[in-house]
Nanobody
């Protein structure tokens, strides 16, 4: 059973920073191409950033220059570093990722696309 687990959310003042992590529930599952999304209260879920399987990245205009997405292969984790946070960045942040199995040094095919449970980010003014 594959689960994606986000962590690192919290309450921060405007101008501050937070570092979110997204990890698979078991070390045999590896994250491939993935994205971060967020949903503010009463708003639709919106795309924030992508990390492709070749580690190229793309960002929504609203976060470009402030957020950075990267991969920590040693920890099988994807990081969203959020700097210069603004109150409008408040919301529940979700990771979404293609997952593949990595067993005995061999990568298998992608087995599915999964969402994490979300982590709350609150930026006070």
């Amino acid at each position: 059973q594959v689960r994606l687990v986000e962590s690192g959310g919290g309450l921060v003042q405007a101008g501050g920073s937070l570092r979110l992590s997204c990890a698979a529930s078991d070390s045999i599952f590896r994250l491939n191409a993935m994205g971060w999304y967020r949903q503010g209260l009463g708003k639709q879920r919106e795309w924030v950033a992508n990390l492709n399987n070749d580690d190229t990245t793309s960002y929504a205009d609203s976060v470009k220059g402030r957020f950075t997405v990267s991969r920590d292969n040693a920890k099988n984790t994807v990081i969203l570093q959020m700097n210069s946070l603004k109150p409008e960045d408040t919301g529940v942040y979700y990771c979404n990722s293609e997952v593949y199995k990595f067993i005995g040094g061999t990568a298998g095919p992608v087995i599915g696309d999964y969402w994490g449970q979300g982590t709350q980010v609150t930026v006070s003014s």
